[in-house]
Nanobody
Framework: QARLVESGGGLVQTGGSLSVSCAAS????????MGWYRQAPGKQRELVAE???????NYADSVKGRFTISRDSAKNTVYLQMNNLAPEDTAVYYC??????????????????WGQGTLVTVSS
């Protein structure tokens, strides 16, 4: 079984910076993509940023130019650097990964994994 463990987050003032990281562990052959979603109170979970195995990235329009996602493939870890934070960035941030592992027949199996979430609060 694969799992994601997040760290970082916390409380920051408007305009401040914060970073979160997420490490994948367990039965992992490779990872197609890792990313971050967030869910604010009363709202649906939304994509924040994702990074693919080849290094391509995708960002929500609301965070472009402020957030940067990066990845250490050797450590199966993804990072999200958040700058110029605003109150509307307040949410629980969830790490997400599309993982490939080997089944008992050594065929590729695909698994979608979520982290437990970490709270980011931006005060005005």
């Amino acid at each position: 079984q694969a799992r994601l463990v997040e760290s970082g987050g916390g409380l920051v003032q408007t305009g401040g910076s914060l970073s979160v990281s997420c490490a994948a562990s367990g039965s992992i052959f490779s990872i197609n993509a890792m990313g971050w979603y967030r869910q604010a109170p009363g709202k649906q979970r939304e994509l924040v940023a994702e990074i693919f195995r080849g290094g391509n990235t995708n960002y929500a329009d609301s965070v472009k130019g402020r957030f940067t996602i990066s990845r250490d493939s050797a450590k199966n870890t993804v990072y999200l650097q958040m700058n110029n934070l605003a109150p509307e960035d307040t949410a629980v941030y969830y790490c997400h990964a599309n993982i490939i592992y080997k089944g008992s027949d050594y065929e590729n199996r695909y698994l979608e994994v979520w982290g437990q979430g970490t709270l980011v609060t931006v005060s005005s």
